[in-house]
């Protein structure tokens, strides 16, 4: 984790961890902050009394239950389905992308992309809250045209880095992508080299035309 400061496009702080399994393999991770135990109970605290106050007044304790029971089946599905802690960009050069999400209550959920089936990865922009905002994403290849894109994958959804977080992941995710491609065509170059030289053998020992 360098020394530089992070934040999301909401002024908040965050941190990105960016660990080099090997030189065609680097995770980057991006932390947001945890759940406030203090906005929880100040949320709590004020749909209870609330519901306190209507049960003063109309003496209904179905009120009280009700409130109850919708603030933690609510906090439940908060921690459980919406707040992210990490999420994780893990680019291994000869397979692929592997993208995962840690949520609060624990659970995790992961999803991986084959690097045939990638096209590039780059910073995009979009209008959100009235206010222009960059985003890394996947574009993948259309498999009937391999030129065109098919399909966009935003990446760091929840975390929403600002552009100094995203421009660092990116020119790490190009430089592994680089030296990819440069392997391949190293790999490439002696088949390709054999034939032409197969090729242009037969045609050399050709007599000359009169």
């Not at 190009?174 to 490439?188: D, F, G, T, V, Y």
Request: aromatic share 8%; with cysteine; net charge neutral.
């Amino acid at each position: 984790m360098d020394g530089e400061r992070y934040t999301d496009v909401n002024g908040k702080a965050i941190a990105l961890d960016q660990r080099r399994h090997a030189s065609f393999c680097t995770e980057f991770t991006v932390s947001s902050p945890k759940v406030s135990i203090g906005k929880v109970m100040v949320y709590t605290c004020s749909v209870w009394l609330l519901a306190y106050a209507v049960f003063f007044l109309t003496d209904n304790t179905a009120v009280l239950s009700s409130a109850i029971i919708i603030t933690l089946i609510g906090m439940m599905l908060y921690i459980h389905l919406v707040k992210v802690d990490h999420e994780s960009l893990l680019v291994i050069g000869s397979l692929g992308v592997q993208l995962s999400s840690s949520y609060a209550s624990g659970r995790e959920s992961t999803s991986f992309i084959e690097m045939s089936k990638i096209k590039d990865i780059v910073i995009n922009e979009a209008v959100h809250m009235h206010q222009i905002i960059y985003y890394l994403c996947i574009l993948l290849r259309d498999p009937a045209d391999p030129s065109a894109v098919s399909s966009v994958v935003p990446l760091f959804q929840s975390s929403k880095p600002k552009l100094n977080c995203l421009v660092k992941v990116y020119k790490s995710c190009q430089e592994i992508i680089s030296k990819c491609e440069a392997l391949r065509n190293q790999r490439l170059e002696p088949l390709l080299g054999g034939v032409s030289s197969s090729h242009l053998g037969p045609l050399s020992n050709q007599p000359s035309l009169p």
